[in-house]
């Protein structure tokens, strides 16, 4: 039996789930705390929700390729930004306000699709250094 079958798909990795549990606190202080400071609200959130992303999936999947995750990240983000062009929120009757509504968002962004690419790279980053940790 070769080594790539004995590794389960599934599985439990408490340090991803703690980082993501902080990171997803950290969404919720830039939407409700701080969400009168321009930068942070505007940018950083963008940037780090594709780190939340990659950090719940990297909590429960073992996933051999990280390049392939970041990327398939990538490309759910600006799917989900481009949606929002066209207004998918309000087809699908979301009501504006609701948590619903709020995540999947009701305006369309190039400066966000940017901040998603920004944070995409610092999961390269991340994950070639986690890399070279392991070896």
């Given at each position: 039996?070769?080594?790539k079958?004995?590794?389960?798909?599934?599985?439990?990795?408490?340090?991803?789930?703690i980082?993501?549990?902080?990171?997803f606190?950290?969404?919720?202080?830039?939407?409700?705390?701080?969400?009168n400071?321009?930068?942070?609200?505007?940018?950083?959130?963008?940037?780090?929700?594709?780190?939340?992303?990659?950090t719940?999936i990297?909590?429960?999947?073992?996933i051999?390729?990280?390049?392939?995750l970041?990327?398939?990240?990538?490309?759910?983000s600006?799917?989900?930004?481009?949606a929002q062009?066209f207004n998918?929120?309000?087809?699908l009757?979301l009501?504006p306000?609701s948590i619903?509504?709020?995540?999947?968002g009701?305006s369309?962004s190039?400066?966000?699709m940017?901040c998603?690419?920004?944070g995409c790279?610092?999961?390269?980053i991340?994950?070639?250094?986690?890399g070279k940790?392991?070896?």
């Open positions: 039996m070769n080594k079958s004995q590794v389960p798909r599934f599985t439990f990795h408490a340090n991803y789930f980082v993501s549990v902080f990171m606190l950290a969404e919720v202080l830039i939407a409700t705390a701080l969400k400071i321009f930068f942070i609200r505007a940018y950083l959130g963008d940037v780090i929700v594709v780190m939340l992303i990659y719940m990297k909590s429960f999947f073992y051999r390729n990280d390049m392939q970041i990327f398939g990240i990538l490309v759910f600006f799917l989900v930004e481009f062009y998918i929120a309000e087809k009757g009501r306000g619903m509504y709020i995540v999947v009701n369309f190039w400066i966000d940017l998603y690419a920004v790279l610092l999961l390269i991340f994950a070639k250094f986690i940790q392991d070896t």
